[in-house]
């Protein structure tokens, strides 16, 4: 059993270019779906089934004329439907090529819009969808058969955005048993009972099943669902059956381009064909139908020069190509492109648009050479001035400022063989700044004739030749000016032998006026002598000496001694040059050799290390120095006879001990050295030796004698002086300790040493009863009454400020020896005697500190065995 199917609904097929009148339209899909009877195959135990539209050549026929069928089942009409004013009905015949099958249907089309078209197949009466028969296999008393299978579900479509009425039936869901029992029908899966939830439900009487919102097939563009069926009991009755529903595709979307601006190049001068950039819009519908396929279009150029379409798109890929030649960015650098992307293949009167704006830079390329703006420049320049621009070369350039195509390089090519020019170039203006690199000589050249030529930083292109305004001449004339005297040699070195005698002619050491046009008078000064040896002419140079030349002088490095002169004309301004003088110095032998070391030690006993190694120092150079002659003058004899001098080499001798034995002491040996010199020179040295007794490594053991010998006189007496001081310091101190011991011994003890607990009694500060002449109040230095229990005085007695005229009271006198046992009562008397004494003033009065009253906790004999004895003198009682 075979069916043909409907799927599918109205497309476009863009029509071609060459032929718009020959417009077939896509107005349906047809699909043809083969059930065959299964057949029963022992060695796989499987039904097998076989989609006849995949295994055999089928064929389609159409009733009608106007329209045709394509094998894969597309239905095309073969001219314009502009004149369909009804619906049109024909019918479809499928035939098979290789059997006589024969398949039918019937298409009715109706001239309209796609949800009229959509609205108008919902308007169809739903069909039955069937679960299918079970097969049974067993050993029943019918053996095995075959049953007939029921067709293949096929899929649901659904179109997006419809207006409704809502909820909408699609289908009616059957099973075969629903005659004998009561069945129950349900549904599954995404957009029923799982999210979505909610979009599709289902009749559990009837198997009406419902779409109930519009649908959205950009969100989700298929479902897929189940189909149960169950017996009052909830027992399943039917295999469950899958529905697979599309969302047919509804043009509701405008392609959207990936940027609303782009931004693309083009070198100026490109030929028609060049790519200048790609533009892209994507639109969210399928991209397999018409609603998805996406064509481009320019709507507008800005400028239009030179002509109105000078770029073309690619209506698939949207690439922009130039279509024409012309550009050309001194005229126009930059395009305004408005870009139409449309769906429906381009299809303006069904199709959605949108626009962007395409922003087409034309670049530059080096087609306009650099022009010199004039033909000849001119300019002037002062001799011996370096690094100054001479003048400017303007040029202009209609390329791209700033860049290589734009920036200009200049090159003298003729009328400077030396070098004395160079040309920079301003990187702001591209003026060419020719500058003096090397100094010009007026007496030498007084002008230049120099020829330049401009190009730019990047080669011209190709085919554009360099403009005859690239060449311009340059003249250049040179100032003179006042130049300095020059010493034609600087600096200069002459050759003499040291010691020549003050007046002597060294040399003349002339210099010379560059200015030849000018004559000038140079006059000469010495600008620099160290050691002030030497004198210059001021007329003619002529350098002479004021001392002796000392080679040996330290104004002299290896050998060579400098000078420095001035030479100055009386040019206005004055100009002056200095030149150096060195004069090299032959030595002489003007320096005899002196001895080295001039101290030394040996052992008293001769040993075989007992030698010092002595040797000399010449300021003079070779040939007037080593090697050297050491020997021993003849007087005193004891010198020869006590030490002997053996050669080593040429530079050093050795002096010892002649003798086995030689006292410890301090020697002075002199010694006679010679030098090699013509005449050689000789000077009489002396080494001071100390002899000592060694050890038996060789080193001095008891050095004190021989380094007390060693000393001299004025050290010797400084130490007397030293030890004369020390000695007078001792003794003024011991004189003074025991005039301090005899004071001591003559004062009267006031206690008994065995009583006395103190460390010692010093006295500070006895200054007496003060100054009497100052007005202080004096009151407050009066007696407490408080005191009177502690210090026994006769009633009616009280001190007073002022000093009585009156005689004045008798003290008790103390005895020279006293016992300690009286000291209680020559205290307490002399306190009597103070108190009945009004002349004594309060300054001398007993001053009471911290006195706490007499209920005070504190007590002398809390405090220890001293305040305790205290107590027992001054206090009244045991209590107190």
Known sequence: VCRILHAGFLKNHAATAHNRRSVSWVIYEINLCCYQQPEFVRSHHSDQFEDCQRSREVGFVSSDPNFSVRPDGSVYAEQELANLSEPVQFMVTARGFHDAHIWETTVKLALGGIEEMLSRAWDSQPRVIKFPRKHQRGSSSNGLRRQKRDWVIPPINVPENSRGPFPHMLVRIRSDQDKAAGIRYSITGAGADQPPSGIYNIDPISGNMFVTQPLDREERASFHLRAHAVDM??????????????????????????????????????????????VTATDSEDSTTANGMVRYRIL??????????????????????????????????????????????????????????????????????????????SGEVLENKVNVVVTNLTVVDRDQPHSPNWNAVYRIVSGDPSGHFAIRTNPITNEGMLTVVKAVDFEMNRAFMLTVVVSNQAHLASGIQSSLQSTAGVTISVQDVNEPPVFPVNPKMIRFEE??????????????????????????????????????NRTNGQITTMAVLDRESMYVRNNVYEATFLAFDNGSPQASGTGTLQIYLIDVNDNAPVLIPRESQVCERARP???????????????????????????????????????????YAQLRLRIPYLEAS??????????????????????????????????????????????????????????????????????????????RQAKPLLIDPEDDVRDNILKYDEEGGGEEDQDYDLSQLQQPESLDHIISKPAGVRRVDERPVIAESQYPVRPSLPHPGDIGDFINDGLRAADNDPTAPPYDSLLVFDYEGSGSTDSFNDWGPRLKKLADFYGGGEED
Request: with cysteine.
């Open 499 to 536: 010691g020549v005698p003050a007046g002597t002619t060294l040399t003349v050491f002339a210099a010379q006026d560059p200015d030849h046009f000018i004559h000038q008078i140079v006059r000469y000064s010495k600008l620099s002598d160290p050691a002030n040896w030497l004198k210059i």
């Open 609 to 651: 290390n007992s030698r010092v190694n002595i040797t000399a120092s010449d300021a003079d150079a070779d040939p007037n120095v080593g090697p050297f002659v050491f020997e021993l003058p003849s007087f005193p004899a004891s010198v020869r006879r006590n030490w002997t001098i053996s050669r080593l080499s040429g530079d």
């Open 233 to 278: 009991n909830g027992n399943q009755v039917e295999n469950p059956i899958d529905l697979y529903i599309y969302v047919i595709d509804m043009n509701d979307n405008r392609p959207e381009f990936h940027n609303q601006v782009y931004n693309g190049s083009v070198a100026e001068g490109s030929k028609p064909g060049s790519s200048v950039m790609q």
């Open 666 to 743: 301090v020697y002075e040996i002199p010694v006679i050295v010679s030098d090699s010199g013509n005449p050689p020179l000789s000077n009489r040295s002396v080494i001071r030796v100390k002899v000592c007794p060694c050890d038996d490594n060789g080193d001095c053991s008891a050095t004190g004698a021989v380094a007390a010998a060693g000393l001299g006189t004025g050290a010797i007496i400084a130490i007397l002086i030293c030890i004369i001081i020390l000695l007078s310091m001792v003794l003024l101190f011991v004189v003074w300790m025991k005039r301090r011991e005899k004071e």
């Open 300 to 377: 507008s150029q800005t400028p239009h020069s030179p002509i109105p379409n000078m770029f073309t798109i690619n209506s698939e890929t949207g690439d922009i190509v130039t279509v024409a030649a012309g550009l050309d960015r001194e005229k126009v650098s930059q395009y305004t492109i408005i870009v139409q992307a449309t769906d429906m293949e381009g299809n303006l009167n069904f199709g959605l648009s949108n626009t962007a704006t395409a922003l087409i830079s034309i670049t530059d390329i080096n087609d306009n050479p650099p022009e010199l703006t004039v033909r000849t420049f």
